[in-house]
């Protein structure tokens, strides 16, 4: 199992800073940041872009893994988009990997465009964001038309540190989104969907791994090759909330077959709100123990 912190991008970098640094050195594999113009209730607050977070990020750390969850095609063009992933794999040494979802048809990175970015086929314009942007990253001089995006004469030069590119971590709940992670994906992440206990959240984190098995064995994919992130943040408990409560998430991810777990750093008030304390007591007896 390998653990990870989201930082929500929304702290000048003095103060986002130390949050990154400390990231790694209380043992943390990954770390990460959400890819929004802004997000829920915190919209009338301070939000800060995520790509120059993570190269500030990569320039602050030196060993975890750094990524976004989960850019989308909300707001985003393959094309220029793989320009700034290329440069986040290569400053970071290739330490970045890409969440990468759907996006929501609602929400405020809707909302502020006027609802001009909505789609009338979400899933397919997905299917065609992924499918893009994986050409983009290792090929060159890509020439693609689709229903949502074209390319002509797209150059990636001097392409990833990673080879053959840069890992995605596909969002995928229902089955088209499964497929997109069983062709695609070097990894997969779900929020679960049931929220109304905790207990019918974890049953539906269980179920969805089920689907995802069905979905790699129809692609003759096998379950190894696909890293498996549970992202906390959709369960009805704050998953550091105490050591105990996250050492209880780790355990019940472990058992329904997740590889990876990310979970957001506390917050003074609101979403998310918890004791920055419990991080240190995370990283003093949790980690230590963890394969």
């Known amino acids: 199992m390998k653990a990870g912190i989201t930082i929500l991008p929304e702290y000048r970098w003095a103060e986002a800073e130390p949050r990154w640094r400390a990231v790694e ?31 500030l990020a ?3 750390t030196s060993r975890i893994e750094l990524g976004m969850l989960v850019a989308s095609p909300n707001f985003r063009h393959p094309v220029p988009f793989a320009r700034e992933l290329t440069a986040l794999d290569d400053v970071s040494g290739g330490r970045f990997t890409l969440g990468v979802g759907a996006g929501g048809m609602g929400g405020y990175d809707a909302e502020v465009f006027g609802g001009t970015n ?20 290792t090929r060159d001089d890509v020439t693609w038309s689709g229903e949502y995006y074209r390319a002509s004469g797209a150059r990636n030069l001097p392409g990833c540190v990673q080879r053959p590119r840069i890992p995605f971590v596909v969002a995928a709940n229902g089955p088209k989104a499964l497929g997109l992670v069983a ?7 779900t929020t679960g969907t049931r929220r109304d206990t905790l207990d019918d959240w974890w049953k539906s984190v269980a179920e969805l791994s089920v689907r995802l098995d069905d979905a ?50 506390p917050r003074e008030s609101g979403v998310f709100a918890g004791d920055e304390r419990v991080l240190e007591a995370v990283a003093a007896e949790v980690l230590p123990g963890l394969g």
């Open 25 to 55: 050195e209380y043992g943390f594999a990954h770390a990460w940041t959400f890819d929004h113009l802004g997000w829920r209730t915190l919209v009338d607050g301070p939000w800060f872009g995520s790509v120059p977070t993570l190269a």
């Open 58 to 60: 990569a320039a602050a």
């Open 118 to 137: 909505r789609a009338a086929s979400p899933a397919k314009r997905y299917a065609e964001f992924v499918e893009l942007l994986d050409l983009l990253l």
């Open 183 to 189: 062709r695609f994906g070097q990894g997969w992440i």
């Open 216 to 265: 790699l064995s129809a692609h003759d994919r096998p379950r190894a090759g696909v890293r498996r992130f549970l992202q906390t943040d959709g369960a009805p408990v704050f998953s550091l909330s105490s050591v105990e409560c996250y050492r209880d998430f780790l355990g019940r991810a472990g058992e329904a077959g997740f590889t990876d777990v990310a979970a957001p750093w």
